[in-house]
């Protein structure tokens, strides 16, 4: 298999000088291409942390953050930006469309970011927008959808990139039960046909139960790496 990301003894901490207080503490991890993993524990534990630190969109105090070799924790911030835009997919709890946008205009604006011909634009919309759900949605604005539709064109847009991986925030939280398993079941969906690495922070029981691997988190260290089986 190939490894795709790599943290080694990473760490953030918080008042350093004072009384330091430690999101991530010395975690050592690996994620495998193709894995669906779930990072759990209490709320405090630096799940968000550890995610963030991962998507590059927070510096550690220490350690090395390296995604297929690349260590991004040396990188400078124009770097890092570019480097996010070419190879990370983010899906947030708070969805993050721009609301003035329709949907499809959601889902293309990465692809505005990196120069993508026209033509190329329009077709992986549509496609991106038919794989979960909505085409029929894709003039849209987020205000005309509800949340279950917006964290689903989250989903298309996170794809657009052709990201290595996706990083999901509490992808579930603001959603009600049905919009969850729909949710869930497309990420399953791409994670299976198209081989697509996701890592996720949750609390909610039933994205772990669809992992293949549970990380625990308990004040900033990992205290378990186990295999699930999903169902």
Avoid: W
């Amino acid at each position: 298999m190939n490894t795709i990301i790599e943290l080694h003894n990473l760490s953030k901490v918080y008042n350093p000088k004072t009384i330091p207080v430690y999101a991530v503490n010395g975690v050592d991890l690996q994620i495998e291409e193709g894995e669906f993993t779930a990072l759990v524990g209490p709320s405090g534990s630096g799940k968000t942390t550890l995610l963030n630190l991962i998507g590059g969109l927070d510096y550690p105090s220490g350690g090395e953050v390296k995604i297929e070799g690349v260590d991004i924790t040396k990188m400078n911030e124009n770097k890092l930006i570019d480097f996010r835009l070419k190879n990370i997919g983010f899906v947030f709890q708070a969805y993050n469309l721009i609301p003035v946008l329709t949907a499809r205009e959601n889902v293309e604006f990465v692809m505005l970011m990196q120069k993508k011909p026209k033509i190329e634009r329009d077709k992986l919309v549509a496609d991106l927008l038919t794989e979960v759900g909505l085409s029929d949605k894709r003039d849209s604005r987020p205000s005309e959808l509800s949340g279950g539709q917006q964290q689903r064109v989250a989903v298309a847009r996170a794809l657009a990139s052709k990201p290595r991986f996706i990083l999901a925030d509490e992808p579930t939280a603001n959603l009600d039960s049905k919009s969850a398993t729909n949710l869930l079941e497309i990420m399953a969906k791409l994670n299976k046909e198209d081989h697509m690495t996701f890592l996720f922070s949750t609390h909610d029981q039933r994205v772990i139960d669809k992992a293949r691997r549970i990380v625990t988190l308990v004040d900033g260290k990992v205290i378990s790496d186990t295999k699930n089986q999903p169902h």
